[in-house]
């Protein structure tokens, strides 16, 4: 099919940008993820589910530990965003240097960001290429009045040579996708 | 947890209306949807998950029959709101007298939304209330200029008696989905 007919429907069903941590094996790391999404209705039990690739770091981290934390990136952390997005957390330890703090699944939270929440995995989904988690909300809080950032309009503000080194990336990663997305497991997630 | 506290985030994680079309046993219906998330980085496979309700009788017919179409609904649509989002398919045939078309899938496609997409079920998350369904986009098409609808901003502009029917048919909802929600079944889904 032709994805130009459906790019502006697809375009709205991205979210926000969220840094994801993860904490496994004595090890911290921070991912950039736009695929999040509400999941309950029930205010006393608030759940998310977020999309995770397998190629990054951090999906074998979320798979082991069963947890994440999202912090929300403000409009103003565009450094954050480069920071977390654009290299891996097997190359460098993205967190060195950055103020963070320990949620209650050991998940680490961005002590500067638009809020956050700590989430525990309660299901997961394979989709070949990535994960779909579905998560328990522990913990979270709305920090800054501002609002958060969304991925079209950063792409729009942040420097050219940033737009090129994305995507560069990126033209990886949808390769791998492309490849791996039939290869889907139906067995089920262990709790 | 206090859900105030995260309401504002969670606001930003639903999705744009979308009326999600079913067929399935020679019967078709049409439910409301706001929990849909774009589930691929690869043009040429471009995927959606969507989560829906046990409760409702679409739930079955898309469990059934592998497959859904979204009809977004554009910013002036508000009776396709009411007719689909209100009442169940259990009591009444929502497809009456509404212009629609079958697509590829078997799913009906409302003739007027934003735009649409049809869809075959790849995979399937419990979520103990809900099931989250991941799809693969077959075919789909923007057909409006104008935006799609969202729930704050419906809120706002629907008539008052509109509001207090949504409150009435959202605590039944609320309170089923609570008790729902730990009875997970991990079993894998069947493609």
Redesign the interface.
């Known amino acids: ?1 032709d ?1 130009s ?6 375009g ?5 940008i969220a840094a994801v941590g993860s904490h496994w094996q004595g090890r911290s790391n921070v991912q950039i993820a736009v ?15 977020i ?1 995770i ?1 397998k190629n990054n770091h951090s999906h074998d981290m979320i798979y082991g530990s069963k947890a994440f934390a999202l912090s ?1 990136l403000g409009t103003d952390q565009l450094d954050y965003l480069h920071r977390f997005g654009f290299v891996s957390g097997r190359d460098k330890d993205k967190l060195e240097s950055v103020p963070y703090h320990t949620a209650s699944t050991g998940s680490p939270i961005l002590d500067a960001c ?2 956050y ?1 700590d989430c525990r995995v ?6 070949g ?2 994960t ?1 988690f ?1 998560g328990e ?6 920090w800054s009045r501002s609002g ?1 950032m969304w991925w079209p309009d950063v792409r729009r503000t942040m420097p050219r040579e940033w737009n090129d080194e994305w995507d560069a990336k ?1 033209a990886g ?2 390769a791998l ?2 490849e791996r ?1 039939e290869r ?1 497991d ?6």
């Open positions: 099919m994805y007919l459906i790019a502006s429907m697809m709205r069903l991205w979210s926000p695929a999040i999404a509400a999941s309950s209705i029930v205010p006393s039990k608030p759940r998310v589910s999309q690739y929300f638009w809020g929440m309660v299901n997961a989904m394979d989709g290429d990535m779909c579905l909300v522990l913990d979270g809080r709305t958060p990126i990663e949808i996708s492309q997305m889907i139906y067995s089920p997630w262990k709790p």
